[in-house]
Nanobody, 121 residues
Framework: QGQLVESGGGLVQAGASLRLSCAAS????????MYWFRQAPGKEREFVGA????????YYSNSVKGRYTISRDNARNTVNLQMNGLKPEDTAVYYC??????????????WGKGTLVTVSS
């Protein structure tokens, strides 16, 4: 069984940058699309962005496009989420996930436990 562990969350001020990492272990995730989702307090989990298995393609939600960038290092089995220009509405628990390309959340088999990002105004 594979495991995904997120790190890098914390408390930052609006406008700051933060870099989240996701470390994969227990299996090779290089053939999977890697996703980032987030869940704000009292809200449903929402898609943030995804990167293809090769890293050559990615797509993002409109709410983070242009501010967030996903990268991956298959040799190190890691995925990163660079977040710039953070806003208070970006406050959420951020989850790393692995699954098929352009899958919905319910079709994604592997999930981390999340890391909390809090953006103060």
């Amino acid at each position: 069984q594979g495991q995904l562990v997120e790190s890098g969350g914390g408390l930052v001020q609006a406008g700051a940058s933060l870099r989240l990492s996701c470390a994969a272990s227990g299996r090779t995730f290089s053939t999977y699309t890697m996703y980032w989702f987030r869940q704000a307090p009292g809200k449903e989990r929402e898609f943030v962005g995804a990167i293809s298995s090769s890293g050559g393609d990615s797509y993002y939600s409109n709410s983070v496009k242009g501010r967030y960038t996903i990268s991956r290092d298959n040799a190190r089995n890691t995925v990163n989420l660079q977040m710039n220009g953070l806003k208070p509405e970006d406050t959420a628990v951020y989850y790393c996930a692995a699954g098929p390309w352009r899958a919905t959340a319910r079709d994604i088999p592997y999930w981390g436990k999340g890391t909390l990002v809090t953006v103060s105004s």
